[in-house]
Nanobody, 126 residues
Framework: QVELTESGGGLVHTGDSLLLTCTVR????????MSWFRQTPEEERQFVAA??????????TEYSPAVRGRFTIYEVDQYTVNLQMNDLRPEDTAVYYC?????????????????WGQGTRVTVSS
């Protein structure tokens, strides 16, 4: 059974940084794609960042235009992927979810992922 757990959310101010962590049980990020999404009450769950293993200690990454240059996704080990969020803005306020699937194809759409965590809330005050 694949279980994902997000952590690291909180309340911060504009310009601050946060580090979100996604850990997995029953699965490995070494050979499988993983992505971060976020959701607000007003919008559907939206893509934030994705990571794709392409070889030993190599990976591809992709970001939504809204976070490119401010957020960084990276694999810590085969069970842990982090999302470093810098220069946070009020519009980054959301519940952040990590998701994974079997296979190494990068995914940017929520329907591509069968496994989800419970989410961690990020609130950025102005």
């Amino acid at each position: 059974q694949v279980e994902l757990t997000e952590s690291g959310g909180g309340l911060v101010h504009t310009g601050d940084s946060l580090l979100l962590t996604c850990t997995v049980r029953g699965h490995s990020f070494t050979d499988n794609a993983m992505s971060w999404f976020r959701q607000t009450p007003e919008e559907e769950r939206q893509f934030v960042a994705a990571i794709q293993p392409i070889g030993w200690s190599e990976e591809n990454t992709e970001y939504s235009p809204a976070v490119r240059g401010r957020f960084t996704i990276y694999e810590v080990d085969q069970y842990t992927v982090n999302l470093q969020m810098n220069d946070l803005r009020p519009e980054d306020t959301a519940v952040y979810y990590c998701a994974t699937r079997y296979g190494d194809l990068m995914g940017t759409h929520r329907v591509e992922f069968p496994y989800w965590g419970q989410g961690t809330r990020v609130t950025v005050s102005s």
